[in-house]
C-alpha cells in the first residue's frame, strides 16, 4: 500500500490513518499501516475487491475497525462520532435509503443536518448536471447516472473538510463525466477540503495532488 505525492501538498495532514484493519467480511484482509493526507486531490486506486469502498465506508465512519485509528483534524470516529461524521460527506452511491426523496427534498434535508451545506450551490450543479427536469422526481424513478448526479452535487455543495467518492464516474454520460472532470480537477492544490475518489486507476483528465494505491485482494484459499 503506498501513497504517492504527485505534487507538493501541505506539510501538516488534515487524515491519518494508524494501524487500520478491516472488521470483515468485506475486504477482511484489509490493513492500513500507517497514511497521513493534507487537503487537495486524492485517488484511491486498486483491483475489483481489493478494499476501496470499505476503505471510504471506514473514513466515512460507517464502519468501525477491527483495529486501529482515523483522525480528521485530531478528531476520532468512535470518541467524537458525531464531530467527526458532520466534517465528512459520503453517500454509499448504491444505497436506497433516499429513494422516497426527490433531489430538491434531498438538499433541503442536507442543509437542515449539515452547517455549511450550500442548496442554491447543489441545484446549481445539479441543472448543470442535466438534472433540472427530474428535480421533483422521487429518486427510485431516476436511473443510476441521475441518482449518481444527485449526489454529486451534493458533494460539491457540502463543504465537507473530507468528501469521499466512490467511481464517481460510473453510468454518467460523457458530457457529465467531463463536467465532473473539471470540478475534481479544481479541487488539487486546494488547503481547505480533502477529496479522496476511489477507482481502478486514476481517471483520464485527472491530475490529483496524490495518488494511494492498494494492493491486490490475497487469492481465495
Same mark, same amino acid.
Given at each position: 500500500?503506498?501513497?504517492?505525492?504527485?505534487?507538493?501538498?501541505?506539510?501538516?495532514?488534515?487524515?491519518?490513518?494508524?494501524?487500520?484493519?478491516?472488521?470483515?467480511?468485506?475486504?477482511?484482509?484489509?490493513s492500513v499501516p500507517q497514511a497521513g493526507l493534507p487537503p487537495?486531490?486524492?485517488?484511491?486506486t486498486g483491483d475489483e475487491g481489493c478494499g476501496k469502498s470499505t476503505l471510504l465506508r471506514l473514513?466515512?465512519?460507517? #464502519?468501525?475497525?477491527?483495529?486501529?485509528?482515523?483522525?480528521?483534524?485530531? #478528531?476520532?470516529?468512535?470518541?467524537?462520532?458525531?464531530?467527526?461524521?458532520q466534517k465528512v460527506f459520503w453517500?454509499?452511491?448504491?444505497?436506497?435509503?433516499?429513494?422516497?426523496?426527490?433531489?430538491?427534498?434531498?438538499y433541503a434535508r442536507l442543509t437542515d443536518l449539515r452547517p455549511g451545506f450550500d442548496p442554491n450551490l447543489a441545484r446549481t450543479m445539479a441543472n448543470a448536471f442535466g438534472l433540472g427536469e427530474h428535480m421533483d422526481?422521487?429518486?427510485?424513478?431516476?436511473?443510476?447516472?441521475?441518482?449518481?448526479?444527485?449526489?454529486?452535487?451534493?458533494?460539491?455543495?457540502?463543504?465537507?473538510?473530507?468528501?469521499?467518492?466512490?467511481?464517481?464516474?460510473?453510468?454518467?454520460?460523457?458530457?457529465?463525466?467531463?463536467? #465532473?472532470?473539471?470540478?475534481?480537477?479544481?479541487q488539487a492544490g486546494q488547503t481547505e477540503r480533502l477529496w479522496i475518489v476511489a477507482d481502478h486507476e486514476t481517471p483520464a483528465g485527472l491530475s490529483p495532488d496524490a495518488t494511494w494505491?492498494?494492493?491486490p485482494a490475497p487469492p481465495i484459499a
Open positions: 500500500m503506498t501513497i504517492k505525492l504527485v505534487r507538493r501538498m501541505a506539510s501538516v495532514p488534515a487524515l491519518t490513518v494508524q494501524g487500520l484493519r478491516s472488521p470483515g467480511p468485506a475486504a477482511r484482509w484489509l487537495g486531490l486524492t485517488v484511491l473514513l466515512a465512519a460507517e #464502519l468501525q475497525p477491527r483495529q486501529g485509528t482515523v483522525r480528521l483534524d485530531g #478528531l476520532c470516529p468512535v470518541h467524537d462520532r458525531e464531530a467527526y461524521r453517500i454509499d452511491p448504491h444505497t436506497d435509503a433516499y429513494d422516497g426523496t426527490s433531489p430538491g427534498d434531498l422526481k422521487p429518486l427510485y424513478m431516476l436511473s443510476t447516472g441521475s441518482r449518481r448526479k444527485t449526489w454529486l452535487a451534493a458533494a460539491f455543495a457540502s463543504g465537507a473538510r473530507l468528501t469521499l467518492l466512490d467511481q464517481p464516474m460510473a453510468a454518467l454520460d460523457p458530457p457529465s463525466i467531463r463536467y #465532473l472532470v473539471s470540478l475534481l480537477q479544481a494505491a492498494l494492493p
